[in-house]
Nanobody, 121 residues
Framework: QVQLVESGGGSVQPGGSLRLSCAAS????????MGWYRQAPGNQRELVAS???????MYADFAKGRFTISRDNAKNTVFLQMNSLEPEDTAVYYC???????????????WGQGTQVTVSS
């Protein structure tokens, strides 16, 4: 059973930084795109950033220049370094990964349980 376990969320003051991690495990043959999404109360879930297995990255406009996504393929882990955090960044952050399981030819999207990020003075 695939598991995506996030860590690194918490509370921080405006202008502060946090680093989120997400480790995938469980019968994995290959991971394609990994990404971070967020959902604030009353809002739809939105893409923050994504990274391909080859290292190509994509960012939402609000994340450009402040957030950096990276991954460690050997450890099936994706990171999100968040700097210059603003109150508007307050949300539950979810990681996602497109994964092909051992013995399968298809890939499916899997999600973590989410980690709360609160930016407040």
């Amino acid at each position: 059973q695939v598991q995506l376990v996030e860590s690194g969320g918490g509370s921080v003051q405006p202008g502060g930084s946090l680093r989120l991690s997400c480790a995938a495990s469980g019968g994995i043959f290959r991971i394609y795109v990994m990404g971070w999404y967020r959902q604030a109360p009353g809002n739809q879930r939105e893409l923050v950033a994504s990274v391909s297995s080859g290292g190509s990255t994509m960012y939402a406009d609000f994340a450009k220049g402040r957030f950096t996504i990276s991954r460690d393929n050997a450890k099936n882990t994706v990171f999100l370094q968040m700097n210059s955090l603003e109150p508007e960044d307050t949300a539950v952050y979810y990681c996602s990964a497109d994964i092909t399981l051992s013995g399968s030819i298809w890939s499916s999207s899997y999600w973590g349980q989410g980690t709360q990020v609160t930016v407040s003075s």
